[in-house]
């Protein structure tokens, strides 16, 4: 385990469902990421929040909203998705946004779009 | 732009043999490389990590490889064993980016 944990990890959603992504880091970390990962295609940065304050948003559709209400819990809500959307949903967290900081994975909501 | 990418989608050895992941990059800038290990249902784990004052690298049966000439990034499994199939991937971060870099990874399966 890395310390890093994420619920629900399956979800199945239709179009104009509402639902939420939750995260939960237990390291005591400050920084806090989304990330997307595609079949077949590279980790996406979606957001980083640093000290509960957004410091990235990677051109992420609105339709993704993210929440971090303190440096150890982050939200994902999702709204109106739409089938490409259909992912892993990959949480991590890290001691600060520099250079080095080693950056902990959570294992990830499997998102399914109907 | 800035991308990040591996030479082979799969790779497939025999357990004991050494195993070579190879990743290539493109920004120059890039002073930072990291390789992730993903098992199934699992998230990105951290194997090892190098700067780009530095040309290798050993871990514990790992061993990382930069040749900045030509922006080439390796890492190699000494004794590859069953426990090391997984998807690796290469990322990497210069040093105005907050954000990693990932390439598309490669899944290595070790047969016994």
């Known amino acids: 385990e890395t310390g890093v944990t994420q619920t629900p990890r399956h979800l199945v959603m239709g179009m104009t469902n509402k639902k939420s992504l939750k995260c939960e880091q237990h390291l005591g970390h400050n920084a806090m990421y989304w990330y997307k990962q595609s079949a077949k295609k590279p980790l996406e940065l979606m957001f980083v929040y640093n000290f509960k304050e957004q410091t990235e948003n990677n051109s992420v559709p609105s339709r993704f909203s993210p929440e971090c209400p303190n440096s150890s819990h982050l939200f994902l809500h999702l709204h109106t998705l739409q089938p490409e959307d259909s992912a892993l949903y990959l949480c991590a967290s890290s001691q600060g946004t520099g250079l080095q900081v080693e950056q902990y994975f959570g294992p990830g909501t499997r998102l399914t779009v109907t | ?112």
């Open chain 2, 1 to 112: 732009g800035e991308s990040v990418g591996l030479h082979l989608p799969t790779l497939s050895v025999q357990e004991g043999d050494n195993s070579i992941i190879n990743c290539a990059y493109s920004n120059s800038a890039s002073d930072y490389f990291i390789w992730y290990k993903q098992e199934s249902g699992k998230g990105p784990q951290f194997i090892i990590d190098i700067r780009s004052n530095m040309d290798k690298r050993q871990g514990q049966r790992v061993t990382v490889l930069l040749n900045k000439t030509v922006k080439h990034l390796s890492l190699q499994i000494a004794a590859t064993q069953p426990g090391d199939s997984a998807v690796y991937f290469c990322a990497e971060r210069d040093q105005a980016g907050t954000a990693l870099i990932f390439g598309k990874g490669t899944t290595l399966s070790v047969s016994s």
